[in-house]
C-alpha cells in the first residue's frame, strides 16, 4: 500500500531563516505531487503542484519554492522566512496522468510557526 | 476562480443526533472530493463523488453535478466525528479548490 510521510512534524524558526521541508511517497511511482498551506482556522490553498522529475508548477506568488529531485520526493524551501509563511503545510499525492485514480491522499502535515 | 462555499460554518451536535453538511460550487467540476480533518491536523478522504450518491457505514453524500453542489450525511454522530470537514472540487487538472470548511463538535 501507498504511504506518504513528512518531516518535520513541527518546526518554529526566525523571521530571515531558511527552510526546507520534505515528502517522501512509498508504494507508488510517477505519483503527482502537491504542497497546500493552511492558515489557522481556513481551508487548503494550492501551492505547487508537479507531474515528473524536475516539473513545477506554482500556483500563487510568494516567498517559497519547491523542487522535485527523485519521482517520489517533494521539497518546499524557502531563503528567508517571513512571518506570513506560518501554517501547516501539507504534501498530497495523487496517480499520474494517465491513471483512473483521480483521488488525492495527504501526508501528516508540518505545522510551522515563524516567530 | 471557481468559489467553494459549505455550510453550516460550525456546528456542535449531541451525540447520536444526525446531520446535513452542503457544499456549492460556482463552476462545473471535474470531480469532488470530502475530507475530515481530525484534531491532529490529518485530512483523511470520506468519498470520491463527482456524481450521485454513495454510503459508507454512517456516511453518505450525495453529488447533483448539474445544481453544482453536494451533501454529506453524518447519522448516529460519535464524539470521533468531530473535526473539520471539507469539501474539495477539481478544477483543471486534478488541481483541488478546498472549501471553507465545516468545523464539526460532537459532544457526550
Known amino acids: 500500500s501507498q504511504t506518504i510521510h513528512q518531516w518535520p512534524a513541527t518546526l518554529v524558526q526566525p523571521v530571515g531563516s531558511p527552510l526546507s521541508l520534505e515528502c517522501t511517497v512509498e508504494?507508488?511511482?510517477?505519483?503527482?505531487l502537491y504542497w497546500y498551506r493552511q492558515a489557522a482556522g481556513r481551508g487548503l490553498q494550492l501551492l505547487f503542484y508537479s507531474v515528473g522529475i524536475g516539473q513545477i508548477s506554482s500556483e500563487v506568488p510568494q516567498n517559497l519554492s519547491a523542487s522535485r529531485p527523485q519521482d517520489r520526493q517533494f521539497i518546499l524551501s524557502s531563503k528567508k522566512l517571513l512571518l506570513s509563511d506560518s501554517g501547516f503545510y501539507l504534501c498530497?499525492?495523487?496517480?499520474?496522468?494517465?491513471?483512473?485514480?483521480?483521488?488525492?491522499?495527504f501526508g501528516p502535515g508540518t505545522r510551522l510557526t515563524v516567530l | 476562480g471557481i468559489q467553494v462555499e459549505q455550510s453550516p460554518p460550525d456546528l456542535i451536535l449531541q451525540e447520536g443526533a444526525n446531520s446535513t453538511l452542503r457544499c456549492n460550487f460556482s463552476?462545473?467540476?471535474?470531480?469532488l472530493q470530502w475530507f475530515h480533518q481530525n484534531p491532529w491536523g490529518q485530512l483523511i478522504n470520506l468519498f470520491y463523488?463527482?456524481?450521485g450518491t454513495k454510503q459508507n457505514g454512517r456516511l453518505s453524500a450525495t453529488t447533483v453535478a448539474t445544481e453544482r453542489y453536494s451533501l454529506l450525511y453524518i447519522s448516529s454522530s460519535q464524539t470521533t466525528d468531530s473535526g473539520v470537514y471539507f469539501c474539495a472540487v477539481e478544477h483543471g487538472f486534478q488541481k483541488l479548490v478546498f472549501g471553507t470548511g465545516t468545523r464539526l463538535l460532537v459532544s457526550p
Open positions: 508504494g507508488t511511482s510517477n505519483p503527482n
Open positions: 463552476d462545473s467540476v471535474n470531480n
Open positions: 463523488i463527482p456524481s
Open positions: 498530497a499525492w495523487s496517480g499520474p496522468l494517465l491513471s483512473r485514480t483521480d483521488t488525492q491522499y
